[in-house]
């Protein structure tokens, strides 16, 4: 029951495609996140989606595009990538049942994203 | 100053030894302790949640948290081949918002059968 999907498990694209990640999730969480994750490093929060408010890390560039459906979808559109972009992308979801308290985080298996 | 320490390793142990992983951070403002086990070009996967300071067990695993010495322990007893892994600390504020989690390096473990 903690499961997070993500789908495609691998991607490979080039420098003028664009593609999608999607991520989906049925435990009733209301926020959902992007992290991004580097071999060997930790992951680095990307996007989230909060009771269907977006927050940005702003370091993220705009060739990353999250997108929230509803409250159990969440994709992330890909444009113009660069090979320095290739990395493990991973959804997660928690409860984050309103401010001031903090939830548990679970992950998806990830999207393992190469960019030639 | 990185807000959350831990060694990369790699630490190499025998089957059936207990094993220690650590991380120390500097916001005093963290409530919330993870540990998550992370497997090659898999998703982590929450092992262990505390909040505040004490002590949780589970199975074979027992999280600690000292938040006056700003130190957080996760131990592993029969260690098995199994739980070779990658071993994140992950933190965070009690704070409302778009915070997400810090995450420590991580440190990569090895049992050896």
């Known amino acids: 029951d903690t499961e997070v999907t993500q789908t495609p498990k691998h991607l490979v694209m080039g420098m003028t495609n664009k593609k999608s990640l999607k991520c989906e999730q049925h435990?009733?969480?209301?926020?959902m996140y992007w992290y991004k994750q580097k071999a060997k490093k930790p992951p680095e929060l990307m996007f989230v989606y909060s009771y269907e408010k977006l927050s940005i890390n702003e370091s993220v560039p705009s060739r990353f595009s999250p997108e929230c459906p509803n409250s159990s979808l969440l994709n992330l559109h890909l444009h113009a990538l660069q090979p320095e972009d290739s990395a493990l992308y991973l959804c997660a979801s928690s409860t984050r049942r309103g401010e001031g308290t903090n939830e548990k985080l679970f992950f998806g298996s990830g999207t393992q994203l190469s960019v030639l | 100053q990185k807000e959350v320490e831990q060694d990369p390793g790699p630490l190499s142990v025998p089957e059936g030894a207990i094993v220690s992983l650590n991380c120390t951070y500097s916001?005093?403002?963290?409530?919330?302790f993870m540990w998550y086990r992370q497997y090659s070009r898999k998703g982590p996967e929450l092992l262990m949640y505390t909040y505040s300071s004490g002590n949780k067990e589970d199975g074979r695993f027992t999280a600690q948290v000292d938040k006056s010495s700003k130190y957080i322990s996760l131990f592993i007893r029969d260690s098995q081949p199994s739980d070779s892994a990658t071993y994140l600390c992950a933190m965070s504020d009690s704070g409302g918002g778009a915070d997400g989690l810090t995450f420590g390096k991580g440190t990569h473990l090895i049992i050896q059968p």
């Open positions: 916001n005093s403002a963290f409530q919330y």
């Open positions: 435990m009733g969480h209301r926020a």
